[in-house]
């Protein structure tokens, strides 16, 4: 009988080809017997028109992506909140149609895991433009989460936003820090945040929540993998998946 890595799930990731981050950080802290399968579709810039074209690529990423995954993951933190909600719905039900499996987005995992630790108000961090932090806003919005207050690096290149490092990264967090948010949302896969979440718990006193350590909540969560502790990524996943 044939048998495949991945006994407790087999997870394709629909990625930015210039994403340098995801697979590390998840093949480093996932649990074993999960596998992930990169499947790359090009973003040649991380705006509004960039994120569009790339979101025309489904198809060709799609006729690419291994048959015997049990779930599939369009992981693109911008990529997913850019036209809002419905679309992202139409979006997910294309790959499910097509894959004949479970999907879930960047973005919706988010939100499940803001809403599982109970933030409606937060702190909104990322290496966007103001235009796409707006975008971002709105669509959180639309889900009850209200960003009280921003911070953006104004950055467009999929490569310069995987190599930003923790000093700016803390220096984007302390602009967008305030009494009033419950939490913190470090936003973009493309951002190192790996060892670095229990630090900013630690030093903001709040929860701090990735658009990675979201996805990897929610992928062990729609697994049926439960009661694992991954150490440095947080409240959200030290606590194990409910």
Same mark, same amino acid.
């Given at each position: ?15 930015? &080809? ?22 790359r ?9 960039g ?23 369009? &992981? ?45 108000r ?18 959180l919005?639309?889900?009850?989460i209200?960003v ?28 967008a ?7 913190i ?58």
């Amino acid at each position: 009988m044939m048998t495949l890595y991945g006994a407790k799930g087999r997870i394709a990731l629909i990625i930015p &080809h210039e994403d340098y981050t995801t697979e590390y950080e998840f093949n480093r802290l996932a649990p074993e017997d999960i596998a992930f399968y990169a499947v790359r579709i090009l973003l040649k810039s991380v705006s509004r028109e960039g994120l569009m074209e790339m979101s025309k690529e489904l198809d060709f990423a799609l006729d690419r992506t291994p048959a015997r995954v049990n779930l599939a993951v369009y &992981h693109c933190t911008s990529g997913t909140f850019i036209l809002g909600p419905k679309w992202e719905e139409e979006i997910l039900k294309k790959i499910e149609q097509r894959l004949n499996v479970t999907s879930t987005s960047t973005m919706k995992s988010v939100v499940e895991a803001l809403k599982y630790l109970g933030l409606n108000r937060i702190s909104l961090v990322t290496p966007y433009t103001k235009e796409l932090n707006d975008y971002e806003s709105n669509y959180l919005l639309q889900f009850g989460i209200k960003v009280v207050k921003d911070s953006f690096l104004s950055l467009t290149s999929s490569e310069a936003m995987c190599s930003v490092e923790r000093d700016e990264l803390k220096q984007l967090i302390e602009r967008a820090d305030t009494p009033e948010s419950q939490g913190i949302f470090i936003s973009c896969t493309g951002l190192k945040t790996m060892g670095l979440i229990d630090e900013f718990e630690e030093t903001y006193k709040k929860p701090v929540i990735s658009s990675n350590s979201a996805t990897l909540w929610n992928i062990l969560r729609l697994l049926g993998v439960r009661d694992v502790s991954i150490k440095g990524y947080g409240k959200l996943l030290k606590g194990g998946v409910r």
